[in-house]
């Protein structure tokens, strides 16, 4: 007996084995690394004046603080 | 209309493996990888390192953050796509100002990288690496 796949399921096979095909080399690459980390921008979402805080790096002590007024 | 499930494995065995190989080749073709070992050691006072091979960070105290040190991706005459990234016990302490970017022909750039540890780690020497890989895009 021959089992047979509907063509619909057959193509969406495909699609997601040269996604996966594509993509594994990359991971294989980077599977040990990670991005390196940038410094953190808050944005505070209600304040009266629109008060951005940008901290460099997470743990330094430097604060920017911009004054947006509107 | 059907697909024999025999010749479904068949063709989808062919498909990873041809594209697969492509991205793979491209990446080895296209992509120039730096990988610049990195060290910063824990200590009760500072010390400075002026390795110019390797991204050292000398020695600085707990919950201090350390004096920068720069890595200058020299020029090229092609369009680049620059990626950084980190490893290692240093990995999360690492910050750089951004970790990817286009570089555009006949141009270099200066990527400054800092590390701040936290002021409850234990005095010692850490390690890591810092790769860059650069991406010809045309």
């Known amino acids: 007996m021959v089992r047979s796949i509907p063509l619909s399921l057959f193509l969406l096979g495909l699609v997601t084995v040269i996604f996966v095909a594509a993509k ?4 294989i690459e ?16 209600e304040t009266p004046s629109n008060i951005e805080l940008v901290v460099n790096p997470p743990s330094d002590v430097g ?6 007024e509107s | 209309m059907k697909v024999s499930l025999r010749k479904a494995i068949l063709l989808y065995l062919v498909a990873y493996i041809v594209v697969f190989s492509v991205f793979y080749l491209h990446n080895i073709v296209f992509t120039e990888t730096v990988i610049y070992e990195s060290t910063i050691i824990v200590g009760d006072n500072i010390g400075f390192d002026l ?3 390797a991204l050292t960070f000398g ?7 350390s004096a920068s040190r720069d890595i200058i991706i020299a020029e090229a005459d092609y369009l680049r796509s ?6 290692g016990e240093i990995a999360k302490w690492l910050v750089v100002p951004t970790n990817s970017f286009v570089l555009q022909p006949n141009t270099n750039k200066t990527v400054g990288f800092s590390v701040a540890v936290p002021s409850d780690i234990e005095l010692g020497k ?3 690496a810092v790769k860059i890989k650069l991406m010809r895009t045309c």
Do not use: L, R
């Open chain 2, 59 to 65: 020695m600085i105290t707990a919950g201090g953050t």
């Open chain 1, 30 to 45: 980077n599977h040990t690394w990670s991005p390196a980390q940038t410094p953190e921008t808050t944005t505070p979402a």
């Open chain 2, 82 to 87: 620059v990626e950084i990234y980190s490893n």
């Open chain 2, 51 to 53: 390795n110019k091979t």
């Open chain 2, 126 to 128: 850490y390690d890591g």
């Open chain 1, 24 to 27: 594994a080399p990359e991971i």
């Open chain 1, 63 to 68: 604060v920017e603080v911009a004054f947006n």
